[in-house]
């Protein structure tokens, strides 16, 4: 009989390498497999990091237009409760008691009856909202609000009362802001956000005292972004927030809030036939809230820039009429004001008055220069002049603007001056 142990041991064992060797090589393609996923992530994300912070180049239009990354819902609503009434209570609870209740005092002279009141006695003459801006004491309104007013009074969410003094006021701007002795008041100032965030379809709400409500929330939509509204003054306020949430007579001065309760805007205007809410408003953006409000406390005045022209947004329409090719974007310059920067820099109006075939499109002058950028920075409306120059100058400033001038692109540069009172 034949021992077959030793040649059966040899047989056995060279399965056991070839497993062994098939699976070391399986480890080994894992191994770097993950290795290059996770190199290729870092310098992915190293690449997107880059870009991001790299300036593209845009115009004034389409940064208006960049939406934010989408928010990430880490957690549920506690308690069952959807999201959206959950970032409501959010905001309501944060923000509530900072917004204030802002009464106009004044005399009743010549009023009659059992229950007239004395000359100097002061009573309700009308009345709006604002918000605490810091803890000294300063709260933001509406210009509208306390224009021409004689003593003010101030109600807070727990009813607390406190008198306040107008520290200064924009008309331009539709801004104010009053001043309380802060003393045995908890204030809680607001957040500010930031205007680049703010897009069209974000949910936002409103919290004010409509109709003398105190403590009214409402809520909607961003419906659009870079409207002009018209000023108490000749001037437009550009740049401004239009939403659908519910605003009415009260709400003036009061915040216009994103889902994280920032203010983004300070409401402003409604656009209806019957003065109450049609689901068209308007707010003041925080760009320029927060350039106008340092200077309010600090001087009790803000400083416009100003060019010292008139012009028109240039459509395709207008191509023959201006001799400028249809493609072509920017704003004709219909007018520059004597004794004006623009005056000064050597800009030129219109020279020839024209007969349009496409009146209150193409304007009714030609000839003057056709700004197609400012700064670098391309413009493509008139707006969008007017939010740089709320955005980023102040008065002495210098602007440089590129024009077409005979149909050759040429820089001016041009010394803000301050906007005159009108």
Known sequence: MYDYSTSQRKNNRMPFFVIATVTLLFISLCMLSAAGVTLFTVVSSQQSATAAARPGNQNIADRQMLQPTPQVIVQPPPEGVDYETAVLRSIYEQVNDSVVSITVLGTHRGVTGFDAPTDEELLPFASGSGFVWDREGHIVTNNHVVEGATKLQVTFSDGAMALADLVGADADSDLAVIKIDPTGFNLAPVLRGNIDDVYVGMRVAAIGN????????????????????????NFSIPDSIQTDAAINPGNSGGPLLNERGEVIGVNAQIRSEVRANSGVGFAIPIVIVERVVPELIENGRYRHSYMGISGATYSPLCSQEQTLAPEQRGVLVQEVIRGGPAARAGMNGATRRISSAYPGICPSTAGGDFIIAVDGMAVSTFDDILIYLARYTSPGDDLTLTVLRDGQPQDVVLNLGTRPNR
């Open 210 to 233: 409509p109709f003398g409500l105190a403590g009214t929330l409402t809520s909607g939509i961003v419906s659009a972004v870079g409207r002009s509204i018209p000023s108490r003054s």
